[in-house]
Every structure is written in structure tokens, then in C-alpha cells.
């Protein structure tokens, strides 16, 4: 298994803001990846986090917005910029330890309301 | 991508089995069958996964078809704990459809 620690885990902030959400697990992990789930919606996968390298990004999501770090096999930041109402939702951080087949763990989730 | 189809909410009572059913008549080969859960207010958590066989875990069951075109997850005994949102998930984890996508899911209630 893997435990996953997300930071925040709610916050409230003023459009045009920036906020930054950590996510460490406690254990080295090969996949990261990060979700958004808007209000009554289902997951929607935002990019896989590189360790290394720059992170790949969804159709729809671009790296202005949505910075991704990952400086390590067990850290992750996802940094939502210049925030609008609409980016009001929760934000998943998601980690496997690879590609054969393997389980899925999820974080709590921070739940973002942008005001 | 291969999608799946599932129905938009069930209704069941403690104590009683649930059979959650999912539609994939476009699934390939290599395709896995996986499927998750999200309780209330918590990120998603893995339930099970198969190819081909009826696979069974402490959570549940998952009888796939012969022609592997639907499976259904079977919780042998509901609890007010196993109330959630249920997403079955096509997963090609060799191929590039190796990432997890979400559909709209099922929405199990259990009544006490």
C-alpha cells in the first residue's frame, strides 16, 4: 500500500491568487498523477508528474495554469495559477508504483473554493 | 479510448448482495478490467481488477462474461460502509491507455 499526504486539504482564496498543493507519500512510488473533480463530476485526469522532466498534461490543461513539480520519487506539487470560480473543486493527487497492472492510491484531496 | 457504461445509481439493503453491472462491448485484448470506489468525501480506492477470469478479494467478486464484452462486481454483503460512487475502468496498462479515466459511475445506496 502507500499512504498519501496531501497539504492543504481545503482552502478558501481570492481569484487571481496562486496556491500550491503538496502531495508526499511515504514511500517511492513510479507514477503520480494528478485529478480534479469539479462539484457533482467525476475524476478528470489534469498530468502525470515526471520525476526529472517536465510533467505531460491532458488535453484541456496547460502547464501556465497548472505548474507541476516532482523533484523526487515520493513529492509532488500541483499549483493552480491566477484562480478563477471556475477552477472551484477538489484536486486529487494519485500514485502507483508502476505500470504493470498495479493499484491505485489515492490522496484525501484538497478542496478548493476560489472566491 | 475503450469506454464502459454503467447504470447511474442502484439501490440496496444492509446485509443483502449487490450486483453492480458494466458495459464494455469495445474492449480489446489487453484490456483489464478494474474498478474503484469513492465514499463520501474521500479520494477514490481500488476494489479489483481482471482479464478474463472471475477474480475474488476480501471486498468483492468480479464476474467477467465469456465474451468479456460486460463484468459485474458483486458485493456479497452490503454495509451502510459500502455506499459509493462505483467506476468500473478500462485499463491497458501496456499499451497507451495505461491511465485511469474516470466515467460518471454508479452510485450505490444502502438502505439499513
Known amino acids: 500500500s502507500a499512504v498519501i499526504s496531501q497539504k492543504p486539504s481545503r482552502d478558501i482564496c481570492q481569484r487571481g491568487t496562486s496556491l500550491t498543493i503538496q502531495c508526499q507519500v511515504d514511500?517511492?512510488?513510479?507514477?503520480m498523477f494528478w485529478y480534479r473533480q469539479q462539484p457533482g463530476q467525476s475524476l478528470t485526469l489534469i498530468a502525470t508528474a515526471n520525476q526529472g522532466s517536465e510533467a505531460t498534461y491532458e488535453s484541456g490543461f496547460v502547464i501556465d495554469k497548472f505548474p507541476i513539480s516532482r523533484p523526487n520519487l515520493t513529492f509532488s506539487t500541483l499549483t493552480v495559477s491566477n484562480m478563477s470560480p471556475e477552477d472551484s473543486s477538489i484536486y486529487l493527487c494519485s500514485v502507483e508504483r508502476g505500470r504493470q497492472n498495479t493499484e491505485a492510491f489515492f490522496g484525501q484531496g484538497t478542496r478548493l473554493t476560489v472566491v | 479510448d475503450a469506454k464502459t457504461t454503467q447504470p447511474n445509481s442502484m439501490e440496496s439493503n444492509e446485509e443483502e448482495p449487490v450486483h453492480l453491472p458494466c458495459n464494455h462491448s469495445t474492449i480489446s485484448g489487453t484490456d483489464y478490467i478494474h474498478w474503484y470506489r469513492q465514499l463520501p468525501s474521500q479520494g477514490p480506492e481500488y476494489v479489483i481488477h481482471g482479464l478474463t477470469s472471475n477474480v475474488n478479494n476480501r471486498m468483492a467478486s468480479l464476474a467477467i462474461a465469456e465474451d468479456r464484452k460486460s463484468s459485474t462486481l458483486i458485493l456479497h454483503r452490503a454495509t451502510l460502509r459500502d455506499a459509493a460512487v462505483y467506476y468500473c475502468i478500462l485499463r491497458d496498462v501496456g499499451g497507451s491507455n495505461y491511465k485511469l479515466t474516470f466515467g460518471k459511475g454508479t452510485l450505490l445506496t444502502v438502505n439499513p
Open positions: 514511500s517511492q512510488v513510479t507514477m
